[in-house]
C-alpha cells in the first residue's frame, strides 16, 4: 500500500511517500521550509534522487499547491490512502481518525487552541480530499498521546469555573515523542514499560515530554503549543501577571498579546530570526544578542529535563530530537554549561538529579545532523537511527495504512 503523508508544521511544508506492508518504508521525502518573503528551499529524496532548490513559494500554504505535481513528476500519484498529522484534537480525538465532514469541523473548530497549526493541517486535508475524494484519509493527533496524563499533571490551578469550560493542559508532539521513545527503548533493548525517558524535541515548535514506563506523564505544552519552552516565534512560559501589565503599561488588547506570544516572541523576539541557523552564525561571530537567545533556550529545555526526572523519580534515557542540537556548537556549549565536566566534553545536565553516576555519557559533539541522541545511564550510549523529519509522519503512515484497511 502506498500512502502519502503530510506534516504541514508551523515553519514547514513536510510530506512523504511510505509503501507500507509488514514493514513500513519511506520511498519518498519532500520537503519546503525556511519561508522568507519571496521565496523558500526545497528539497526532494527518491530513491538515489537528491534534489535541492530555491522557489518562489512564500508561504506552506503557496507550496502546498504544488505538491501533487511533485509527486507526479517522480511518478508517485498513484496512492492508497493518506495520513495528516493534525496538532491539537482536543478532549476528543484519543487515537487516529478517518476523516470526514463531520471530523474535519470538530478539527477546525479547535483552531483558537492552535492558531498556528490546525488551519495549516487542515488545508492539506482539504486539498487531499478535494483531489482524491475516494481515498480514505486518516489523521493523528499531536494531542493524544498525552491524553492520559494524570489529573496533577494536566489541570491548571485556577477556578472551578475556568476549568468547567475546558481549560486545562493537553501537550503536543505526541506522536513524535511516542515514536523517539519506542525506538530508544528498542534501540537499548529494553522494555518500553521500564524506561523512564524524557523526551526533548527541538525544532521551530519545541516541548519536553517525560514517559514514564511506556506512558506519557507530563508534557512542557500545555492548553496550546505556546507554553513551555522557548521556541521559534513562541515565547514559551512567561508570567501570567504579563498580561495585567502590558495592559496597563502598554494599552495592549488580549488579541495583541497573543499574537505577539504565538508570532513574535521566542528566538524571534530575543534576536530577530526564528532560525537557529541564522542565530548560530551570528553568535559565531561574537553577536551577544544571539549568545544570549541561545543560552535562554538551553538553559530552559535543561531546567524541564531536571524537573522531569525528579518528577519521575529517576531517568533512565534522555532523547534529543533536534537540528540545533546536532549542528549548533553555541547550542551544545550552552547545554553542556555549568557543569564540572564541560572540559571533557560529556554531556553531564542530568547527573545532579540523578542518583547514581553515568557509566558512559554520549558526546553532544558527536551527534550527527539528524539523528536522535540518547544519553543512557548504567548502559552503553547509543544513537538512535531516527531522522528527525520522520517521526510524526511514519506515525501518520502507519495509522492511515490500518485505517485505510479496515474502512
Ligand atoms: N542545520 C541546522 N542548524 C541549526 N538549527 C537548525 C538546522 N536545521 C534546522 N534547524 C532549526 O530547526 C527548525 C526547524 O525544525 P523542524 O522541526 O524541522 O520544523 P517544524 O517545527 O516546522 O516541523 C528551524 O527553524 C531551525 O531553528
Ligand atoms: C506543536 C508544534 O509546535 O508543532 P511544530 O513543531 O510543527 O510547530
Ligand atoms: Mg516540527
Known amino acids: 500500500m502506498q500512502v502519502l503523508v503530510f506534516n504541514a508544521g508551523s ?32 528539497r526532494f529524496r ?29 511518478g508517485l500519484d498513484a496512492i492508497d490512502a493518506v495520513g495528516h498529522r493534525i496538532v491539537h484534537g482536543g478532549a476528543r480525538f484519543t487515537s487516529p481518525t478517518l476523516l470526514d465532514d463531520e471530523t474535519v469541523e470538530a478539527i477546525e473548530a479547535l483552531t483558537p487552541l492552535a492558531p498556528l497549526h490546525n488551519p495549516a493541517n487542515l488545508e492539506a486535508v482539504r486539498l487531499c480530499r478535494g483531489l482524491w475524494p475516494d481515498i480514505s484519509q486518516v489523521a493523528v493527533f499531536d494531542t493524544a498521546f498525552h491524553l492520559d496524563n494524570p489529573a496533577f499533571a494536566n489541570t491548571y490551578a485556577v477556578p ?47 516541548s519536553i515530554c517525560a514517559v514514564n514506563r511506556g506512558h506519557s506523564m507530563d508534557s512542557s505544552m500545555g492548553m496550546t503549543p505556546l507554553e513551555g519552552l522557548v521556541m521559534g516565534t513562541r515565547s514559551g512560559d512567561v508570567d501570567p501577571g504579563a498580561f495585567g501589565f502590558l495592559s496597563r503599561e502598554l494599552q495592549l488588547s488580549v488579541q495583541e498579546i497573543e499574537d505577539a506570544l504565538y508570532y513574535e516572541s521566542g528566538l524571534k523576539g530575543l534576536a530577530g530570526s526564528s ?72 554531556n553531564p545536565f542530568l547527573i545532579p538529579v540523578c542518583r547514581g553516576s553515568f557509566h558512559r555519557t554520549q558526546r553532544i559533539d558527536e551527534l550527527q545532523p539528524g539523528k536522535v541522541l540518547l544519553v543512557v545511564r548504567n548502559h552503553n550510549t547509543v544513537v538512535c537511527t531516527c531522522d528527525r523529519s520522520d517521526d510524526h509522519v511514519e506515525s501518520a503512515a502507519r495509522a492511515a495504512s490500518g485505517l485505510a484497511v479496515r474502512h
Open 275 to 346: 532560525d537557529m541557523r541564522d542565530i548560530e552564525d551570528r553568535a559565531a561571530k561574537g553577536d551577544p544578542e544571539a549568545q544570549l537567545a541561545i543560552e535562554i533556550y538551553a538553559y530552559r529545555a535543561k531546567k524541564y529535563v531536571g524537573a522531569y526526572a525528579a518528577a519521575m523519580g529517576g531517568l533512565s534515557i534522555a532523547s534529543i530530537r533536534s537540528s540545533s542540537a546536532s549542528e549548533s556548537p553555541s547550542f551544545r556549549r550552552s547545554w553542556t554549561a555549568g557543569s564540572a565536566s564541560h572540559a571533557n566534553g560529556t
Open 46 to 74: 527518491h530513491g538515489e534522487t537528491d534534489e535541492r532548490g530555491a522557489v518562489e513559494f512564500d508561504s506552506p500554504s503557496e507550496a502546498l499547491k504544488v505538491v501533487p505535481a511533485a509527486l507526479k513528476r517522480f
Open 11 to 42: 515553519s514547514s511544508l513536510k510530506f512523504g511517500i511510505f509503501s507500507v506492508t509488514t514493514e513500513t518504508h519511506e520511498v519518498f521525502k519532500g520537503s519546503y521550509e525556511r519561508f522568507r518573503a519571496g521565496g523558500c528551499e526545497c
Open 160 to 206: 472551578a469555573r475556568w476549568r468547567d469550560a475546558g481549560l486545562r493542559r493537553y501537550g503536543f508532539h505526541g506522536t513524535s515523542h511516542k515514536y523517539v521513545a519506542e525506538r530508544a527503548a528498542q534501540e537499548i533493548g529494553r522494555p518500553f514499560s521500564d524506561l523512564q525517558l524524557v523526551s526533548i524535541h527541538l525544532g521551530n515548535g519545541a
